[in-house]
């Protein structure tokens, strides 16, 4: 699922024309990629800013939503690179959400 996403990473910005458009979905990789996180060696894992991208890419259309396993792994994401700009001596919460 890594090495997917990596090249969905580097094609994503050539085009919509489909010419170099990979023949997988990138929320279903981005899914298994989730569950599987603590699997992937550290030299395949995809860092914050290809996660972030991907996580764009995966947005849903109108009648669609993203899974919870996405949705906390955006809010995830996005709190870790968030922590920069974060004070030496404040705090960072993360607000999951949970199957009903």
């Given at each position: 699922?890594?090495?997917?996403?990596?090249?969905s990473v580097v094609?994503?910005?050539?085009?919509?024309?489909?010419?170099?458009?990979?023949?997988?979905?990138?929320?279903?990789?981005?899914?298994?990629?989730?569950?599987k996180h603590h699997?992937?060696?550290?030299?395949?894992?995809l860092t914050t800013?290809?996660?972030?991208?991907?996580?764009?890419?995966?947005?849903?259309?109108?009648?669609?939503?993203?899974?919870?396993?996405?949705?906390?792994?955006?809010?995830?994401?996005?709190?870790?690179?968030?922590?920069?700009?974060?004070?030496?001596?404040?705090?960072?919460?993360?607000?999951?959400?949970?199957?009903?």
């Open positions: 699922h890594a090495c997917r996403l990596k090249l094609t994503a910005g050539l085009g919509d024309d489909g010419a170099m458009r990979c023949p997988w979905s990138v929320a279903e990789e981005m899914e298994e990629y989730s569950t699997l992937v060696s550290s030299a395949c894992r800013e290809e996660e972030l991208l991907l996580l764009q890419l995966c947005s849903p259309t109108a009648r669609d939503r993203l899974s919870l396993t996405l949705l906390n792994r955006k809010a995830y994401v996005t709190a870790v690179s968030s922590l920069a700009q974060l004070p030496p001596d404040k705090s960072l919460t993360v607000t999951l959400g949970t199957e009903k």
